[in-house]
């Protein structure tokens, strides 16, 4: 059944001319955020987190052309996310109509290997971001979550899963709550496409895990339009994700930016798939019902009911996380996601390198 809020409106599936970025995700980029967005956010307080990332800072420009009443944008370094009080404080100030949780770890291999600070930064800060909307009576809260999410083999992904169900246990007060899965995000204000860019014009090799690695890709004006709609259509803690059709293979995607810049010739070297990384991401756990929603390009499905005892269990977490204890973390979060299943990999026997003309 589709989502009830709205019906189909206006154009706002329609795609753009052909770019460089639909190139290179290999699809016409998706134009979001129209009548229903404006709406939405016209004449209301929004509040942003993580506003100097990527996401963040596209989704602080699409919210001032929608004419808010008031926008907050909180960057890092104005906002610890973990502390409780200073959060508290924040969205007390603010008092937000909307709230755009968009701080949190983003790198896999750096939260693999600090599992501590990836609760902390992403669980526990999305813990007390949700209390304080709660508390202060915040209309609407989405958090930005990945499609790492789905089915996690890594502790990003199952942080990330985990705060999707911490949304469910907060529903039926004053908020509506949903989730985002995004993509990897590409463009000007992407640190992907930079990094390529800077090493395939100094003729560095370029690093990928796997040959036949794939990911959905999406630009961050998709990511940030994704955001608002989700807010726009949300009911019951739904997780939103952009069809974004097959994933992308890497090496595709590297071979193609190649070729905008026109440089002599690109070497990739492969070096096979860390702890937690899969071959390709899926945008829906196999177990997950996906349901259409009044946005032809755009599908949600809602949570299971989260284990019993999760208060205690967070509890337990946030204990282990701030002793620093990594195997208690990895513990807790196999026992509060029963389909979290981390893997380990043998040495990779794969080809070292190769040279694309």
Not at 103 to 117: I, K, N, S, T, Y
Not at 166 to 189: M, N, Q, Y
């Amino acid at each position: 059944m589709p989502l009830r809020r709205a019906g189909h409106e206006g154009n706002n599936a329609a795609p753009v001319p052909a770019s460089p970025l639909a190139l290179l995700m290999g699809r016409d980029e998706v134009e979001l955020a129209g009548q229903r967005a404006r709406r939405l956010v016209r004449g209301r307080r929004v509040l942003v987190t993580g506003a100097c990332g990527p996401v963040g800072r596209a989704l602080c420009h699409r919210v001032r052309r929608l004419e808010p009443a008031a926008l907050c944008a909180v960057t890092v370094a104005e906002l610890d996310v973990r502390d409780a009080e200073r959060v508290d404080e924040v969205i007390r100030d603010a008092r937000p109509d909307l709230l755009f949780h968009t701080a949190r770890r983003g790198e896999l291999a750096d939260v693999e290997r600090d599992p501590c600070g990836g609760v902390a930064d992403t669980v526990l800060a999305a813990r007390r971001v949700i209390d304080g909307a709660v508390r202060h009576g915040v209309g609407r809260l989405v958090f930005v979550s990945s499609d790492k999410a789905a089915d996690p083999t890594s502790v990003l992904g199952a942080t990330l899963r985990l705060c999707e169900l911490l949304l469910r246990t907060a529903t039926g007060g004053p908020t509506c709550f949903a989730a985002v899965r995004v993509g990897t995000v590409i463009g000007e204000a992407g640190p992907l496409l930079g990094v390529l860019a800077d090493r395939i014009a100094s003729r560095e090799v370029v690093t990928i895990a796997h040959p036949e690695a794939a990911g959905h890709f999406m630009t961050v004006a998709e990511a940030a339009g994704l955001l608002i709609e989700a807010a726009a259509m949300a009911e019951e803690a739904e997780t939103f994700v952009l069809d974004m059709g097959r994933p992308v293979p890497v090496v595709d995607l590297v071979h193609r930016y190649a070729e905008q810049l026109r440089p002599p010739e690109v070497t990739i070297r492969f070096s096979g798939l860390g702890p937690g990384e899969k071959l390709a991401e899926k945008a829906f756990a196999d177990s997950e019902r996906r349901i259409r929603t009044a946005h032809p390009k755009i599908w949600a499905t809602r949570p299971a009911a989260p284990p019993a005892g999760l208060p205690r269990l967070l509890d337990e977490l946030e204990a282990a996380a701030e002793a620093g204890d990594g195997d208690e973390v990895r513990r807790l979060l196999r026992r509060l996601l029963p389909e979290y299943h981390p893997v380990r990999r043998p040495e990779p026997t794969l080809p070292a390198c190769e040279v694309c003309p």
